[in-house]
């Protein structure tokens, strides 16, 4: 009975690792956690690429203020552990490839036998993530030294091959990945959309706004890109 016991908790566990990558430090799957959590962090792994993807909210709220540390970084997979990832501001206020505070910054990724954390230099973190990040959840974002560590393993399985931010004041849907198509709806700078597939100077992604969920093409153009 006991055997029996021992290989049913061992069969939940396995599934448990499968369904919400809880085991490890595997980022080979596209995850994110809870919304509302702080921070908020979405990565994208395309399989095809070996690209890792990703998009982190941090938030320091007080009466009548919000302030934020919003990044999106992208970086080539490697499995020993440590490589390297850049990383842009996404906060709206700053976005545009031609503005100097929204200037190509780098990280690492940092993999260890059960974690995987975005590590930034103080020094260069984007826009006022130096300082906010004292404000997140303390097991997922620590300081140590002059480096911030923030856990980008997520318990949340997506389907989606990367995600990515508007950097265009507005970014219209397309029905097709063509100029014709194009649709009343749009995002705006600073919104991040789940991207699921591309074609030549096109994306196809979902945005999750409060009330519902759009699904379109849109020109890559409009999108923060990464020299990769």
């Known amino acids: 009975m006991k055997v029996i016991m021992k290989l049913f908790y061992l069969y939940i566990f396995i599934a448990i690792c499968f369904s919400k990558a809880a085991c490890g430090n595997d980022l080979t799957q596209s995850s994110q956690n809870e919304i509302f959590e702080n921070p908020f962090v979405v990565t994208g792994f395309n399989k095809k690429t070996n690209i890792l993807t990703g998009y982190i909210t941090i938030l320091r709220t007080s009466p009548g203020r919000t302030d934020e ?5 992208a970086g080539r997979y490697e499995k020993d552990g440590l490589f390297k990832v850049f990383v842009r501001n996404a906060v709206k206020g ?21 974690r995987a954390y975005l590590v930034l230099d103080k020094k260069t973190a984007p826009g006022d993530c130096d300082w906010i990040a004292d404000f997140a959840d303390g097991e997922r974002v620590v300081q140590k030294g002059g480096s911030i560590f923030i856990q980008i393993k997520n318990d949340i399985i997506g389907n989606w091959v990367a995600v990515s931010v508007i950097k265009s004041p507005k970014a219209y849907f397309h029905k097709n990945p063509d100029e014709a198509s194009a649709s009343k709806a749009y995002l705006i700078a600073g919104n991040m959309a789940y991207i699921f597939d591309e074609q030549s100077d096109w994306y196809l992604v979902k945005f999750r706004g409060r009330k519902k969920e759009t699904v379109g093409w849109i020109r890559k153009s409009d999108m923060i890109q990464f020299p990769m």
Do not use: H, P, Q, Y
């Not at 700053?94 to 059960?114: F, M, P, Q, Y």
């Open 69 to 73: 540390c919003k990044i999106t970084f």
């Open 94 to 114: 700053v976005l545009g490839d031609n503005i100097e505070s929204n200037r190509l910054a780098s990280g690492e990724i940092r993999l260890d036998s059960r």
